[in-house]
């Protein structure tokens, strides 16, 4: 997905494209980058933190099933414990991901934090979420255990999609596995 | 051919859009973009206000005649387990109660009862007012207006002038679901057609009430439906102006006969309010109804062309129902608390937008003042 010209203005007029030139040539940001992003615009962060997350970690999102990764020099995991809410997370996340090592890893708990913010936080800069649904691990179950298990990850691998990113299930060995699309009624609608 | 270029062009020079920008609008993949048309929209109308309200929910009976496939709230007769209908006295004993913080506004939204007599309405209304005579009535969507017109054999400007002479303020928004045809007469096909919610509307308009109005999205509907709905609701205030604020409410799932669909995603939620506010620019207000979407995600959508998050609202029962994990009620408090995380200006407001208490936002920290400066293209500028 290319940066659309509205994107591109928002993030002219908020003084953030010399951050991203700068990260993008692996340098260190320019001074005040800090005190820049924690007044700019939400959505300018946002945006811009996207911008960053596809260019590192391109268009896949993991889905850690049933529990986030642990935490690592490569590997933030944000979970319940975080103080920060709503608008004051996304920040955090945009910040996290501009200022953060290059191609770092921001795993959003969405068992503690909400599927919903978890799925928003995807487009402002984290790159993947953890969830506690069940596997397709832990064969042989009941036949309609494991279809409502199935569902449960349908619905999942569509907020991923509806935030316009590929979902790769990883459970807990590591093994991952790309989600087949989906044909539900309301996401036929959607063009990511 | 639209495009988020085009309808950015439209948007700064105050065009309206169209069917086909409404629908690139929902399916553009850039939604932080559609976001940030939004944003910029209600910024002009709003600057960095934020409304709520202190108002107070009540239902005072949940038997109801429609077959809604979403609703599960409803209960089809007295006596059903779980169905409930109050006594007037019941229903004035709630505001009584809350007395000592009175809300300035009434919320009353029902099921159809085919049995209740039209004057057991009156008297609710009549006796809320005998409590405080000041607090607004803000009662019975259309849907219900039309339903007492069908069983009391009234016009609606009847049933209307009678309720109003008794007490009635202003009509909410519930009913609207989606008005294509298609959807509506799937999900909502025994009560009132969007013609006839339309006409309710527009009768209590030119009564001189203002009303709200709403949408019910992310079941079975397409984009193209959504759009088509809001292009309704425009064309009816091009008509009659009485609209007050377009209220997007997410379907929840639980315990109706659309348990199988997922629901609307946080996302979808965001885009959709950030669609109705570029789509009506003929409807002041696009509020943020925290119970549907959750108080995170209406803070969130207040960056998304919202400029409302609804009110403290005390006891809600309807999305409850459908298995709303949002609380049943937020302090004044809480709410102000929201609104000034996400950055805003919080402003109390009676039922028809005018400034109870204009809150101070949350204090800017030295840094956020040298950049606002700097945006300002300003040396030195004093922040009111």
Excluded at chain 2, 197 to 226: C, P, Q, S, W
Excluded at chain 2, 319 to 342: F, M, N, W
Aim: proline residues 5%; negative net charge.
């Amino acid at each position: 997905m290319t940066t659309s010209k509205v994107v591109a203005a928002l993030l002219e007029r908020e003084g953030l494209t010399p951050l991203l030139a700068a990260r993008e040539l692996g340098q260190e940001p320019p001074t005040g980058a800090a005190e820049l992003l924690g007044n700019c615009d939400i959505l300018a962060l946002g945006a811009a933190a996207n911008v960053v997350r596809r260019r590192e970690c391109g268009d896949e999102a993991r889905v850690y099933v049933p529990v986030p990764p642990p935490a690592s020099a490569g590997v933030v995991v944000l979970t319940s414990s975080e103080t920060a809410r709503g608008t004051a997370l996304l920040r955090r996340i945009a910040e996290l991901r501009l200022l953060g090592p290059i191609g770092l890893r921001i795993v959003i708990d969405a068992g503690s934090l909400g599927l919903e913010i978890a799925q928003v936080a995807l487009s402002f800069g984290a790159s993947d979420l953890a969830t506690p649904t069940a596997s397709r691990r832990g064969l042989p179950m009941a036949l309609e255990a494991y279809a409502k298990t199935l569902v449960k990850r349908r619905e999942i691998a569509a907020y991923v999609e509806r935030a316009g990113y590929a979902p790769v299930f990883v459970s807990e060995g590591h093994a991952s596995t790309r989600e087949d699309p989906v044909d539900s009624p309301s996401r036929a609608n959607v063009d990511s | 051919m639209s495009t988020l270029e085009t309808i950015a062009a439209k948007v700064a020079a105050g065009e309206r859009l169209s069917f086909d920008d409404g629908v690139l609008l929902f399916r553009h993949p850039d939604w932080i973009a559609v976001g940030a048309l939004a944003h910029a929209e209600r910024t002009k109308r709003h600057q960095d206000r934020a409304f709520f309200n202190r108002n107070m929910r009540i239902e005072v009976t949940n038997v109801c005649v429609a077959s809604c496939l979403f609703c599960s709230f409803a209960k089809l007769k007295e006596g059903d387990p779980g169905a409930r209908t109050m006594k007037v006295e019941e229903a004035w004993r709630e505001l009584e109660t809350r007395m000592d913080d009175p809300p300035s506004e009434i919320h009353i939204v029902n099921g159809l009862h085919p049995h209740l007599p039209f004057s057991y309405y009156e008297e609710l209304l009549r006796g809320f007012k005998r409590i405080k005579p000041d607090v607004v009535l803000k009662c019975f969507t259309a849907v219900e207006i039309h339903f007492f017109a069908e069983l009391y054999k009234k016009t609606y400007h009847e049933v209307l002038t009678e309720l109003r002479a008794a007490g009635l303020d202003s009509l909410p928004g519930g009913g609207a679901e989606i008005f294509h045809p298609d959807v509506r007469t799937r999900i909502a096909h025994d009560k009132a057609t969007a013609e006839q919610y339309l006409e309710v509307h527009d009768v209590a308009h030119r009564l001189g009430m203002k009303t709200n109005t709403t949408m019910l999205y992310g079941h079975i509907e397409t984009f193209e439906h959504r759009v088509d709905h809001m292009l309704r609701v425009r064309e009816q205030q091009d008509k009659s102006g009485g609209f007050q604020a377009f209220i997007p409410l997410a379907f929840h799932p639980e315990g109706n006969g659309m348990q199988n669909l997922p629901g609307p995603t946080g996302v979808d939620d965001l885009r959709t309010i950030a669609v109705s506010r570029l789509m009506l620019d003929n409807v002041d207000h696009i509020k943020a109804y925290w119970v549907s979407s959750t108080p995170k995600v209406a803070q969130i959508a207040l960056c998304f062309g919202a400029d409302d998050v609804d009110g403290t609202i005390v006891h809600e029962t309807i999305y409850h129902a459908a298995g709303s994990k949002s609380p049943q009620g937020l302090t004044k408090d809480g709410l102000v608390r929201l609104i000034r995380e996400a950055g805003f200006c919080p402003v109390e407001r009676d039922t028809y937008y005018g400034v109870v208490e204009e809150l101070p936002r949350a204090a800017l920290p030295e840094g956020a003042v040298k950049v606002k400066e700097r945006k300002a293209g300003k040396h030195l500028e004093v922040l009111s």
